[in-house]
C-alpha cells in the first residue's frame, strides 16, 4: 500500500491539520448550541449550573468520529492511496529524440535520423505497456510531439513522422525539459532515454549534470562531411556595381578533403544562371578553408555556391543568397547654369542627374527636384531642393535679404549637416527664411537660417545663397553638403547593403556605435517581424526554419540567407554511469488499482450522513415541513 | 411572519356547523343565540315578578290581576347579541421555533371568526404584545371572510408581551361585558394571571387558549445549550440533560395549569393546544369539550 501523490510525512501533516481544526472547531462552536427560545423562565426553573468558559468534552462524539473518518478518506483519495508495491505502477518514461540537422547525414543506405527512429522504436518496445510515454523532439528546441501516452502505438506514430530540423542539438535544454516534466506529472518518474548522436551546440559549461534516470542510446555516425559554413557578400565601396564574395568552408570529418567551389548567378532556377567563378578548396580535418571571388553585375539575381564533390550529408554544400539591385537616385536640375551643379551630384554613382531650362519645368518629375534660383508655377510633386530661390514665391518664406554677412555656424546635430565644419567664410549676399518649429535650421548666419530643411512628404530643402556662387565654393563642404542632402532626402538608396548566408539558428550581427534600437528592425521573408535583442552593439535573433531575414539598421541593410544547417564540431560524451542500450524491464505485474475514486465517495457519503445525523439538517426539515404547508394552503385559496 | 393562515375550502365547510358559546348571561339586545338569565323581550316565558310602576302594561299578567287583584308581570327569556372579542398574541415570543405558534394561532383566530360570521356573530379581533392593535371587525355574515383572513395574514410578529397593559387598554376601550378569547403562548416575564384575572373580575368570559410548540414544552436540545430570550433577548447558557428536560416540563405544566385554574375560577374556559396537533383536532375535539363552541 501506499500514496501516489503523497508522502507519508505529507499525509500524516495534512490530517493532522485537518483532524485539529475540526475537534477545534467541535470544541468552539458546533458542542455550544445556540438556539432562541421563547422564554428563559421555565430553564431557570431547570435549576442547570452555567456552562464552564471552556469546552472539556466532545457534546457529539460520533458525529466528530465520523466526520473525521470521512476527512480521512477524502484525504486518502487525494494522496490516491494504492494497494499493492510502488513497483508495480506505471511510469512515465520520456524520449528525446535527436531531430537536428546532422540527423539528415547518410550513413550506408539510410539516414541517422532511420537509425535513431529505429532506436526509439526497440526502445518503446521494450517498456511495459502500462507505462506512459512521451516523445520529445529535439533540435535547437525540446519540443513535446506527444503527451505522456499510454497509447504506444500513438507513440510510435509520432517516432515515425519525425524528421530531421534545420538546427543542431541543444541536449543541455531538451535533458533540462524531459526532467521538468517528468517532474510535472504525479506518477512515478520512469527514464529519460536520449536518442540520437551526441552532436550537439556548443554545451554551457555550468549546464546542470544529466539526470540520474538518463539512459543514452546513441547512435554511430562515423561520417565525413564538410561544408559551407559561412557566405558573406557585400558591394565593393569604390565600384557598386562589384560584389565581394567571401565563402568559408569547415571539414568536420578527420581526413583531409579536397573540394571545388563554384558560384553562379541567374535567376532563382538553376537553369540560366551563368558561373560566376570557381576555386578549389583543401580543407584539413577538423579545419576551415575561406576562399573570396569578386562578380559584377548591376541587376539582382541568385548567387549560388556550391561544394563539390558532395558527401554524406549534401544539405551544407550548397547555398543560394538574392542580391538584390542597386537602387539609383533620380535627380532632375532645372538650372540656367547646369555646369555649377555637375561636380556636386556626379560624385556619387547612385544618382542619375537630368539637366534641363526652366522653361522644361515639369511639376510631376519622380525622384529628387532641384531648382536653381527658379520659381515654378506649380511646384514639384516630388521631394525638391531650392537654391536661392526669389523672395516671392520660396516654399519657406523669407524674412529678410542680408548682405556680407559671415556664415555663423552650422546644426551639427542634423544629419544633412553632419560631417560640415567650415564656416570662415562670408557670404555676399543671402536670403534668412522664416523657419517653422519643425524644421531643421543646418546652416546659420547671425540674422537667421539661410539653409532650412523641412521634412514632411514631401520634403524641402532651401539655401539662402547659391552654393557655387559664393565664397562657399572653395570650400569643402559644399559637396559634403550636397552628399547629405542627397541621403537625408532618399535614404534608402544610400543605405549600405550586405549580404550574407549562413546557418539557421542564432544569428548575431555587430551593429555599427552610433545605431539605436529604435532605428533596428528585422523582419521575416514574409514581412513579419522577428524578436531580436540589442546589447552592447550586438544584435541577437533567432531563426528556428531556412529562409531569409532582412536587418535594417540605420543606414545599413542586412540580408541574411539562413539556408544551411546548423551543424556543430560538439560531441557529447555521455558518464560513464549513465545507463546505455535497450533495457529489459521486469515482466508486466498487475497494475495498482485506482481506489481514489470509491474512496472519495465514501467519504463524501459520510459527510453528508453526519450532517443528516448530527447537523442542523433536523431544523431545515422543519422549515421545509412548514413551507410545505403554506404551499399547500396557497394552492388551496388559489383553487377557491 | 409572512405566511398566512390559510383554510382549505372542505375545512371551512365544516366549521359552518358550529357556533361560538359562552356560559356567563350578558345583558344585551336580542339577537344572540346564547341563553341569558336576564329577562327581556323574548318568546319564552321565564318568571314573574311584582309589578313596579313604570313597567310595561303588556306584560301584566291579567288572568292573575283577575284572580288575585295583584298586578305581576310576566318575564321572558333573551338570546341577547353579546360582543365576542379575540385577543390574538403577536409577541415575539410566538416567532421562536421558526414561527410555528404564530401561523397557528392565526389559522385558529380564523376559524373561530369563520365560525362566529356563520352564525352572524360580531367579533373584534385585536394583535397584541406590550399594547393593542388596530381592530379587525369580524360581523356581516361569512361572505366578509376574505377581509378577516387579510387583516389576520397582515399581522406582523414582534416585541415584548405585557398583558397588565394590554388588560388595562381593553377594559378602557370596551366597557361592554362579553366574551373574550385570548390565543397566546402566554410566555411573559411578567405575571400574566394577574392581568386575566382584572379582565375576569371586570365580568368579561374568558377563553384562554394556550398554543406551544413541541420545543416549548419538551425541549429536543441536549447539552450545552446557550439560549437567548426571543422577546428580552436576554442569555442563558446551561447544560442541558435528560433530567433537567424533566424539571423543564414539569414547570411547564405546572404554569399551564395554573392558567387553566385562574381560567376556571373565574368561570372561564382553558385549553392547551400544541401545534403538533391538527386544528381540525383541536376544533372538533377541545373546544367542543369545552364547550367553547358547539
Partial sequence: ?640 | MASAPLLDREFLEKLERLAIRWQKSFAGLVGGHNRSRFPGAGQEFLDHRHFHHGDDLRAVNWRAYLRLEKLFLKMFQVEPRVPVRMLVDVSASMTAHGGEKFDYARRLAASLCYVGLVRLDAIEVHGFSNRMGHRILSNGGRHRFPAVMDGLSALNAGGPTDYLAVVREFIGTYSQRGLVIIISDFLDDGNCERALQYLSDYGHELMLLQIWADEDRTPPWTGELELRDAETGAGLKLDFDDGARQRYTHAFDEYAEAIQTMAHRSGGRYAGIATSMPLENVIFGDLIRLRGIA
Fill in chain 1, 1 to 640: 500500500m501506499y500514496f501516489l501523490n503523497l508522502s507519508l510525512l505529507q499525509f500524516a501533516t495534512l490530517f493532522g491539520a485537518v483532524s485539529a481544526i475540526s475537534v477545534a472547531l467541535y470544541l468552539l462552536d458546533r458542542s455550544r448550541r445556540k438556539q432562541i427560545v421563547s422564554t428563559l423562565r421555565f430553564w431557570v426553573a431547570a435549576e442547570q449550573p452555567a456552562v464552564a468558559a471552556r469546552r472539556r468534552r466532545i457534546q457529539q462524539p460520533w458525529s466528530l468520529i465520523l466526520q473525521l473518518a470521512s476527512m480521512l478518506l477524502l484525504l486518502l483519495a487525494i494522496a490516491q492511496l494504492r494497494f499493492g508495491a510502488p513497483e508495480q505502477a506505471g511510469r512515465d518514461h520520456v524520449i528525446v529524440l535527436d531531430s537536428s540537422a546532422w540527423m539528415a547525414a547518410r550513413s550506408g543506405n539510410r539516414t541517422l535520423m532511420d537509425a535513431a527512429r529505429q532506436t526509439a522504436r526497440q526502445y518503446l518496445q521494450a517498456l511495459p505497456a502500462r507505462d506512459r510515454v512521451m516523445l520529445v523532439r529535439a533540435d535547437a528546441l525540446a519540443t513535446p510531439a506527444t503527451t505522456f501516452e499510454s497509447d504506444h502505438k500513438k507513440v510510435e506514430a509520432a517516432i515515425q513522422s519525425t524528421r530531421p530540423g534545420s538546427t543542431a542539438l541543444n541536449l543541455d535544454q531538451a535533458l533540462d525539459f524531459a526532467r521538468h516534466v517528468q517532474a510535472q506529472t504525479g506518477r512515478r518518474a520512469g527514464e529519460i532515454a536520449f536518442i540520437g548522436t551526441g552532436r550537439t551546440a556548443e554545451r554551457d559549461p555550468g549546464a546542470a549534470a544529466p539526470p540520474r534516470n538518463l539512459r543514452v542510446l546513441l547512435v554511430p555516425d562515423a561520417i565525413e562531411n564538410s561544408g559551407l559554413r559561412k557566405i558573406g557578400v557585400r558591394r565593393s565601396t569604390s565600384d557598386p556595381d562589384l560584389w565581394e564574395i567571401y565563402v568559408s568552408a569547415h571539414n568536420y570529418g578527420t581526413r583531409p578533403r579536397q573540394a571545388v567551389l563554384t558560384l553562379d548567378f541567374g535567376p532563382p532556377s538553376v537553369v540560366g544562371r551563368m558561373p560566376a567563378g570557381s576555386r578549389p578548396l583543401v580543407l584539413p580535418p577538423g579545419g576551415d578553408a575561406e576562399a573570396s571571388f569578386e562578380y559584377r553585375t548591376a541587376g539582382a539575381g541568385i548567387l549560388g555556391v556550391t561544394m563539390t564533390p558532395h558527401d554524406a550529408f549534401p544539405a551544407d554544400d550548397q547555398a543560394e543568397l538574392e542580391l538584390p539591385a542597386q537602387p539609383r537616385l533620380s535627380v532632375t536640375i532645372y538650372s540656367n547654369e547646369p555646369d555649377l551643379m555637375k561636380p556636386a551630384l556626379s560624385a556619387s554613382p547612385r544618382v542619375t542627374a537630368v539637366y534641363r531650362k526652366p522653361e522644361e519645368y515639369r511639376s510631376n518629375d519622380p525622384g529628387l527636384v532641384i531648382l536653381d534660383r527658379f520659381i515654378p508655377l506649380q511646384r514639384p510633386v516630388a521631394d525638391s531642393i531650392w537654391i536661392d530661390p526669389p523672395a516671392l514665391g520660396s516654399p519657406i518664406p523669407v524674412r529678410q535679404t542680408v548682405e556680407k554677412v559671415p556664415f555663423a555656424r552650422w546644426d551639427a546635430g542634423h544629419p544633412a549637416a553632419a560631417g560640415l565644419r567650415a564656416r570662415d567664410f562670408t557670404l555676399d549676399r543671402a536670403s534668412v527664411f522664416e523657419a517653422a518649429p519643425g524644421d531643421g535650421r543646418i546652416g546659420e548666419v547671425d540674422a537667421g537660417p539661410v539653409v532650412v530643411a523641412r521634412p514632411g512628404k514631401p520634403k524641402i530643402v532651401v539655401l539662402g545663397f547659391h552654393p557655387a556662387l559664393s565664397a562657399m565654393r572653395y570650400e569643402l563642404a559644399t559637396p559634403l553638403l550636397f552628399a547629405n542632402l542627397l541621403r537625408w532626402v532618399s535614404p534608402e538608396i544610400f543605405r549600405r547593403a550586405e549580404v550574407g548566408g549562413g546557418s539557421v539558428g542564432s544569428v548575431r550581427l555587430a551593429l555599427d556605435d552610433d545605431t539605436a534600437a529604435k532605428d533596428v528592425t528585422v523582419t521575416a521573408e514574409d514581412g513579419s517581424p522577428v524578436p531580436f535583442t540589442l546589447r552592447d552593439r550586438a544584435l541577437d535573433f533567432f531563426a528556428g526554419a531556412p529562409g531569409s531575414v532582412r536587418v535594417l539598421a540605420g543606414d545599413h541593410e542586412y540580408m541574411f540567407a539562413l539556408t544551411l544547417p546548423q551543424l556543430w564540431d560538439t560531441r557529447w560524451t555521455p558518464p560513464a554511469d549513465v545507463r546505455r542500450g535497450i533495457p529489459h524491464f521486469a515482466p508486466s505485474l498487475p497494475t495498482a488499482s485506482d481506489w481514489w475514486p470509491w474512496l472519495a465517495l465514501l467519504g463524501g457519503a459520510g459527510l453528508l450522513a453526519e450532517w443528516l445525523l448530527f447537523g442542523r439538517f433536523r431544523i431545515a426539515r422543519f422549515a421545509v415541513r412548514r413551507v410545505a404547508v403554506h404551499k399547500t394552503a396557497e394552492l388551496a385559496e388559489v383553487r377557491r
